[in-house]
């Protein structure tokens, strides 16, 4: 890929400039690389179908349902937990995410992809899930197993934190629609996304994962405690408050970056002008 950025006429990015204009410098001036920031792409999807059907999996069902339970909660109260499509955490892993859950007692909406490769016939979620967990949850929690319409959640004004693997477009959709985040990245370049977060924007608390999640079954266990004091932290306290209120003025920034005059919006005409001209010379 580095081979093909320096020979490429420039790099556009999923980002806006307002984001992280330090590092968009620094690839320009330093590395010597032109880059057009022109998003959040996400922020294209203007009806509620489209959100819906990010990944081309959404079912009309499933969105009307699990927004009608985030109806019935307050105004920042739910933590939503999801790790993306390629994550495949053991089991004893999802037991300590549930016992975290389950201690902290706030409500929360967590998505489970089980990778149909590990599973066997017979395995039931009672072997991933602490016995009676889902029962002893009921009135608090709700668990997705497969494909979540994760927009839709993110943009509810019920959920107030995101548990994120710090995949780029996971981060930049928490950011776009103004969430904090706790930060938990899984592999490759998650864990720098994971310093922009929490150490350069100051909207996200880590659970201090350091080692890639492989599914190989001997993968470091974050414990319940640990993930507990970060949802705590994050959900219930004024350490939480400031950073959904930064959270909140980068989400404004975005919108902005998109809107004509804005600084993805004048960089997208600018690439086209350019190339335009380049195409007659």
Known sequence: MAESEGKSYGVIVNSFRELEPNYADFYRDELGRRNWAIGPVSLSNRRSEEKAGRGGRGTGESSSDCLKWLESKEPDSVIYICFGSLADFADSQLKEIAAALESWGGSFIWVVRKDPRTESESESEEEWLPVGFEDRTAEKGLIIRGWAPQILILEHEAVGGFVTHCGWNS?????????????????????????????????????????????????????????????????????????????????????????????????????????????HV
């Open 171 to 279: 981060t930049l959709e928490g950011i776009t629609v103004g969430k904090a985040m706790v930060t938990w990245p899984v592999a490759a370049e998650q864990f720098y996304n994971e310093k922009l977060v929490t150490a350069v924007l100051g909207i996200g608390l880590p659970v201090e994962a350091e080692k890639w999640v492989r599914g190989t079954g001997d993968d470091e266990v974050i414990m319940a405690e640990g993930i507990e004091i970060a949802v705590r932290r994050l959900m219930d306290g004024d350490e939480g408050k400031e950073m959904r209120r930064k959270a909140k003025e980068l989400r404004e920034m975005a919108r902005m970056a998109i809107e004509e005059g804005g600084s993805s919006h004048s960089s997208l005409s600018d690439l086209i002008d350019e190339l335009k001209q380049r195409s």
